[in-house]
């Protein structure tokens, strides 16, 4: 079931456009940021709201890779891996991550706190290699720094 | 004279937005003051068309030109809609990000003399999700236009209306297709539509559709204010106007710099970027983005404009150049390159998706020290086979043009990597 926080947000995003399914995305990002993903009786649900049959939605949602259909970790890493950042050290940067946290790209630490993910160019490429972790942008980067910027995130 | 840089000229030198009354300080919304006063949306769509402005998005096409193909007769739909592209994702590419963050009420003017111009009263501004601070740099424009009515009911008391939302997009790199781009906005995939039709006859929803650059739309509001002979004497060569150029890799200073369009190469890698880190040597450049052909050192006195760049056989694009050193492997860049397209091929079209797979196995082959003496032969025909006309959308011939410019220039690095079963650089 949507919450009624959830709901009203996603009512709150349909008049914005001509049809109502429009407003999927926007409502499955809705969805995420409170429960952090987007489960299969999420996906019912909103498609329920939207007019849309779940398949359709779950077709529009696996498309994204922003739209996690998995559960992932409290904060997610988003690791540049685009032509720009392998130039300035992309390998070094993913290597240094999987090792300190013990996981792969597409993992999730076992205490639930990281997911490791690859994305596409960031835009900051005169500022590479590059990573995001939840909102933050974090630029020029070494291995060595790596440390610091985790532990922000508990 | 010094240099005009009408873009970038009023940015903070402490990198923060340009918020309403600063904008406004320095002239902000006096183009569209004088469109809505006296100009009517067919003279503002002439002024653009004789301003010979191209798209900054990569394809370049004539900005006023698409602007024309809008239906403005009495039959025409009623219901219009602009959509500015602010989906940046071209690997290499970073420079509509800095118009974003921090001259967001720029491109809000340049966006509603576009809507304007068409005749459109509803517009999205469709933004990149990895883009969080421009995201609330461009909430807080917006709702100070709409309080300062530059947008909304009656905009300016001209009677003129337009409503401008901000959708904020999940990721994927066909988004920043047009006709991708879109599909996304009305909650579908993105994959790309057959065209024609085109969007500016039949685009979002069915109706009459104009999708810009950031860059683009930053640009009119200085043509209305100075007019289209100004705008063509900034340009170095035949096409007027500044550009952002940008450079990446391993350059001295890395950056981004408001240029005369047609500025040559080398000028923007030696004297801006500082030329290459020391001790490493320029091999090589994809001049425009990730999906644009390598050039050489015997290119670099090509001006960057759009003629310039094709005749030396690669393409203007995006104008943010990445630059290939010598200690760093050219068939591991371009399998770099082909994983990105691979990746994000949409899966809509089969020479595509098919054909881009194929072509990164080979070149991971390759890399991993497998290669085989016909893979060459293979790669250069996959290059054809996924080449212009045979997808709905431009991202496998884009994929193909680091390719196939590789084989050309670096194919005695393919070959030693074949030769002596191993990456030499590795």
Redesign the interface.
């Known amino acids: 079931m949507l919450s009624s926080e959830e709901r009203r947000e996603i009512e709150g995003e349909m008049p914005?456009?001509?049809?109502r399914?429009?407003?999927?995305?926007?409502a499955?990002?809705i969805v995420q940021r409170h429960r952090g993903w987007v489960s299969d009786e999420a996906v019912r649900d909103v498609a329920e709201l939207?007019q849309m049959t779940p398949d359709e939605l779950d077709?529009?949602a696996t498309?994204?890779?922003?739209?996690f259909r998995k559960p992932v970790g409290r904060h997610v890493i988003?690791v540049c891996?685009?032509?720009?950042c392998?130039?300035?050290g992309y390998e070094r940067l993913r290597r240094a991550l999987s090792t300190r946290l013990g996981v792969e790209l597409g993992q999730t630490t076992p205490d639930g706190r990281f997911t490791l993910l690859p994305?596409?160019?960031?835009?900051?490429?005169?500022?590479?290699p590059a990573l995001?972790i939840d909102?933050?942008?974090h630029r020029d980067l070494t291995p060595e720094q790596l440390d610091g910027i985790l532990e922000r995130y508990t | 004279m010094a240099t005009e840089r009408p873009l970038t000229q009023h940015l903070r030198p402490d990198g923060e937005p340009l918020l309403l009354q600063e904008y406004e300080r320095v002239g902000g919304y006096q183009a569209l003051r004088t469109a809505l006063r006296d100009l009517s949306p067919q003279q503002v769509t002439a002024l653009v068309k004789d301003s010979g402005l191209r798209g900054r998005g990569g394809a370049g096409f004539p900005t006023g030109l698409k602007w024309t193909f809008v239906p403005m007769d009495g039959g025409a739909p009623r219901r219009k809609y602009l959509v500015v592209n602010a989906d940046e994702m071209e690997p290499g590419t970073f420079k509509d990000r800095l118009l974003l963050e921090e001259t967001p009420h720029q491109l809000l003017e340049g966006a509603i003399l576009c809507a304007y111009a068409i005749q459109s009263d509803v517009a999205y501004l469709f933004l990149r999700w990895a883009y969080k601070r421009a995201e609330t740099v461009l909430a807080r424009a917006i709702a100070e236009a709409y309080d300062a009515h530059y947008l909304g009911k009656n905009i300016l008391g001209s009677g003129y209306h337009l409503d401008l939302h901000l959708h904020v997009s999940a990721g994927r790199y066909m988004c920043g297709e047009e006709t991708g781009l879109l599909n996304s906005l009305e909650g579908r995939r993105a994959n790309p539509r057959t065209k024609p039709p085109h969007p500016p006859v039949s685009g979002l929803w069915g109706k009459p559709t104009i999708v810009n650059n950031v860059e683009t739309l930053c640009n009119i509001p200085h043509i209305v204010n100075h007019g289209s002979h100004w705008f063509q004497s900034l340009g170095k060569g035949r096409d007027g106007g500044t550009k952002l150029y940008g450079v990446s890799g391993k350059v001295r200073r890395p950056g981004l710099w408001e240029l005369p369009m047609g500025t040559t190469m080398r000028e923007i890698l030696e004297d801006h970027a500082g030329g290459m880190q020391s001790s490493l040597r320029f091999r090589g450049v994809l001049p425009g983005g990730a999906s644009t052909d390598f050039l050489v050192e015997s290119h670099l006195d090509v001006q960057m404009d759009f003629a310039g760049v094709e005749k030396a056989g690669s393409r203007l694009g995006t104008g943010t150049m990445i630059v290939l050193d010598d200690q760093t492997c050219p068939v591991g860049m371009v399998l770099n390159l082909e994983h990105f397209f691979a990746q994000e091929s949409c899966g809509w079209c089969t020479p595509c998706w098919g054909g881009l797979q194929w072509t990164e196995g080979i070149l991971r082959d390759l890399e991993g020290g497998k290669g085989r003496p016909e893979d060459l032969d293979r790669l250069q025909d996959l290059s054809r086979h996924v080449g212009p006309g045979r997808t709905f959308c431009a991202l496998a011939p884009g994929a193909v043009e680091p390719l196939q410019s590789a084989l050309k220039h670096f194919r005695q690095d393919f070959e030693r990597h074949i030769r002596d079963g191993r990456c030499p650089w590795s």
Do not use: P
């Open positions: 914005r456009y001509e049809q399914r429009a407003a999927c995305i926007e499955m990002k939207l077709g529009v498309f994204y890779n922003l739209i988003l891996d685009s032509v720009s392998w130039i300035m994305i596409v160019c960031l835009g900051t490429c005169d500022h590479a995001m909102n933050d942008l």
